[in-house]
């Protein structure tokens, strides 16, 4: 039984307690405005809550991204859970950036820790292998909505058909495609036994 769901936080945002069992990477699917406590709502593919990043690693993704929010969209970010992050002098856990994507080296960014005070943070690219983001998704498959499954086929087509759009029907991509974390022939996501064996299972959650 995974009791993910069972400590999920009774929020409307991600929230660092959402990252205690371990560091998660998400694709970023929009970038809205909030409001003037929390200026920043950031859709995630992969979560069913937005991402509200705190003034601090607002400023790492500008470092690394630039202002031009529209520019995220399909990007990618890991996320972790900093027990270490401090709020009214008490350490409370935050939400941190470890990994991104689009960037060539690691990047070491000043940010304040407390007033008059700063310390460097590191963020660190984002590597991933076509095994990596399978595996992912195959994960995923299991509570993902319909809806986001047809996003998964698509996703899954492109990277096992390089240079084909992303936006093409899974079933317009040919006939098979090799599943790498296996290494044989199962076809596209949907097809494989793994994932559809708990299709049933909270598929529209």
């Not at 995630?44 to 705190?54: C, D, S, T, Y």
Request: contains cysteine; aromatic residues 6%.
């Amino acid at each position: 039984m995974d009791l993910t769901d069972t400590i999920a936080p009774t929020s409307d945002q991600l929230d660092a307690v959402d990252l205690i069992a371990g560091p998660r990477t998400f694709t970023i699917e929009k970038v809205s405005k909030g409001n003037v406590e929390q200026p920043v709502n950031i859709k995630l593919a992969e979560f069913p809550r937005v991402w509200r990043p705190g003034k601090s690693m607002r400023r790492v993704l500008v470092a690394c991204w630039g202002t031009d929010a529209s520019q995220y969209v399909g990007r990618r970010v890991t996320l972790y859970c900093d027990p270490d992050v401090r709020f009214g002098g008490q350490a409370v856990g935050g939400t941190r950036i470890s990994h991104i994507s689009h960037l060539d080296k690691p990047r070491q960014i000043p940010l304040l820790v407390t007033r008059g005070k700063s310390a460097i943070f590191v963020v660190r690219p984002l590597v991933e292998t076509t095994e990596d983001r399978v595996a992912e998704f195959k994960r995923e498959w299991k509570t993902a909505t319909s809806e986001r499954r047809k996003v998964i086929e698509r996703e899954v087509a492109a990277l096992m058909n390089p240079g084909t759009p992303s936006t093409s029907p899974a079933h317009e991509m040919g006939s098979e495609v090799e599943d790498v974390v296996d290494g044989e022939p199962n076809g596209y996501l949907p097809d494989d036994p793994d994932l559809t064996a708990h299709e049933g299972e909270g598929a529209e959650r």
